[in-house]
């Protein structure tokens, strides 16, 4: 569980890289049970993902680093200025 003071300020977006059905919602609703606010869901089409992804926003590597520790596998981390004006943190599951 997060415990700092801008979580409940940090859009985050998971995106379904692989194709797997529902699984950005179902990794969205881990997010919340581990103090994340709720989740944008999309779709990373064509879905040839194949290693997760934590994407950030420039001033958000802290945030990127609290993410990846709530998740198995380390998922690699990048910073981005393609992401949505209201994300701050996109996962990408491959």
């Known amino acids: 569980y997060l ?8 859009g985050v977006e998971v995106a379904n ?4 059905s529902r699984l950005a919602k179902r990794v969205g609703g881990y997010l919340q049970h581990q103090g994340y606010p709720a989740a ?7 879905y040839t993902v194949k290693v997760s992804q934590i994407q950030y926003r420039q001033g958000f590597d802290e945030a990127a680093r609290q993410l990846q520790s709530s998740l198995p596998g380390n998922p690699e981390i990048v910073q981005s200025s ?4 209201v994300i701050n943190l996109r996962l990408v599951v491959g």
Not at 3 to 10: L, Q, R, Y
Not at 40 to 46: D, F, G, I, V, Y
């Open 3 to 10: 415990d700092s003071p801008d979580v409940k300020t940090i």
């Open 17 to 20: 890289g692989n194709g797997v």
């Open 40 to 46: 944008r869901l999309t779709n990373q089409k064509p």
């Open 82 to 85: 393609d992401l949505r004006k």
